[in-house]
């Protein structure tokens, strides 16, 4: 297996033209956007036409539901951010620091969240930028989880000799998992 060199010049190149978390969370507000404008302009055209025409209500819409839906972007990955700062603070630092190596080579995001979710906006686009990449591996470790659980359970009723589900070592064993 190949070790990487973070330090190289290829490597500090790639990461400068790294698209990744932040090419989602801009898609996601591209189409929440463009939706959004062409449903508010539509709106208002039908409800404003007969007052004056149906251009000058189509783009007053639009423009309202464009600049709407980049503020709900905002606001979901904002609290997606501040949620994952809150729950998974060690995900969140690996995660900034496998998407944006050539940023967190001198500075440690460890010292961002030391006092909790920061107030800069820049800290706060990077923790934003990083959230799809975080959801994806936490989705992965919870489904893990809920495999073994699932699995557990699994061992606990197969082991049902008469098939009541009510065996003194079933409850056992189920009162071992869960306390």
């Known amino acids: ?99 944006w190596p050539l940023f967190f080579v001198h500075d440690r995001p460890s010292s961002w969240l030391k006092n909790g979710f920061p107030s800069e906006m820049w800290k706060v686009g990077y923790l934003m930028g990083t959230n799809p990449s975080i959801y994806r591996s936490l989705e992965k470790i919870l489904t893990k989880k809920e495999d073994e659980i699932v699995e557990r359970i699994g061992s606990i009723t197969d082991d049902d000799n008469d098939g009541d589900g009510d065996d003194a070592e079933i409850r056992a064993r189920k009162k071992k998992i869960s306390g």
């Open 1 to 99: 297996m190949t070790e990487v060199n973070f330090n190289s010049p290829q490597y500090a190149l790639m990461s400068l033209f790294q698209v990744g978390g932040i090419f989602e969370v801009v898609s996601r507000g591209v189409l929440r956007s463009f939706t959004s404008s062409v449903v508010g302009g539509a709106t208002c055209m039908m409800l404003m036409s007969s007052v004056c025409g149906p251009i000058v209500p189509f783009i007053g819409g639009s423009v309202v539901g464009f600049a709407g839906g980049w503020a709900y972007t905002y606001y979901v990955e904002y609290n997606r951010a501040r949620y994952a700062v809150q729950h998974y603070r060690s995900l969140v630092v690996h995660h900034l620091r496998a998407e």
